[in-house]
């Protein structure tokens, strides 16, 4: 007893209609408490104030900066973890082009000498086969820094990530 118009199914079935829904869902999250603030307003003054659709907006956009991915990224906020995924791993997870492989102690043993400052300053400056920024041109010198500790603490070292400053942590 099979019908062919099922209206159970899912009407998500490829990849693309998966952004477009969660696009669509996001654009709801977000002019939802727009929309609703001018109607509260508006019945007090006449204009919402730039300020207040801001405050309502806030954590959204906190949300998105969290998750740490989608265009909205802000630059230098990647983890060392994000970081390495996105770029370092293509060649350290492997060990591709003599790369020291995350986790290989014996490989990272004689360079941590050189500490979490004199590693950073060397993946900056590119070594052999690695070019600067390990490829990661837009990459700033902390989430250099934080992938190297993130590889490094898996493969015998015990540096300290240095955090990401978010914009809900306090000014010093
Ligand atoms: C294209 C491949 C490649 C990518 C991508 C890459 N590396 Fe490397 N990395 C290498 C190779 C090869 C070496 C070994 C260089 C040598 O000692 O000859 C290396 C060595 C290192 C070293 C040790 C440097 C030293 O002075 O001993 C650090 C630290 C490092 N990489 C960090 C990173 C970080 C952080 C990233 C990502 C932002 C990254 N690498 C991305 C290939 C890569």
């Given at each position: 007893?099979?019908?062919?118009?099922?209206?159970?199914?899912?009407?998500?079935?490829?990849?693309?209609?998966?952004?477009?829904?969660?696009?669509?869902?996001?654009?709801?999250?977000?002019?939802?408490?727009?929309?609703?603030?001018?109607?509260?307003?508006?019945?007090?003054?006449?204009?919402?104030?730039?300020?207040?659709?801001?405050?309502?907006?806030?954590?959204?956009?906190?949300v998105?900066?969290?998750?740490?991915?989608?265009?909205a990224?802000?630059?230098?906020?990647?983890?060392?973890?994000?970081?390495?995924?996105?770029?370092?791993?293509?060649?350290?997870?492997?060990?591709?082009?003599?790369?020291?492989?995350?986790?290989?102690?014996?490989?990272?043993?004689?360079?941590?000498a050189?500490?979490?400052?004199?590693?950073t300053?060397?993946?900056?400056?590119?070594?052999?086969?690695?070019?600067?920024?390990g490829?990661?041109?837009?990459?700033?010198?902390?989430?250099?820094?934080?992938?190297?500790?993130?590889?490094?603490?898996?493969?015998?070292?015990?540096?300290?990530?240095?955090?990401?400053?978010?914009?809900?942590?306090?000014?010093?």
């Open positions: 007893m099979s019908d062919p118009h099922d209206d159970h199914s899912t009407f998500i079935k490829t990849p693309k209609q998966l952004i477009v829904a969660v696009v669509a869902f996001f654009a709801v999250v977000i002019l939802l408490p727009v929309m609703f603030s001018q109607l509260v307003t508006a019945g007090r003054k006449a204009e919402p104030s730039e300020e207040q659709t801001a405050r309502l907006i806030l954590p959204v956009a906190r998105e900066l969290a998750a740490g991915g989608g265009a990224a802000v630059k230098g906020a990647k983890t060392g973890e994000q970081v390495v995924t996105a770029v370092c791993g293509a060649c350290h997870t492997g060990g591709v082009a003599g790369a020291p492989k995350t986790g290989d102690n014996a490989a990272w043993a004689p360079r941590l050189l500490g979490l400052d004199g590693l300053k060397s993946a900056i400056a590119g070594k052999n086969a690695m070019p600067p920024r490829g990661g041109a837009d990459l700033t010198d902390a989430e250099i820094a934080r992938a190297i500790a993130f590889m490094t603490n898996k493969s015998g070292a015990n540096f300290k990530e240095p955090p990401v400053e978010t914009a809900a942590a306090p000014a010093k």
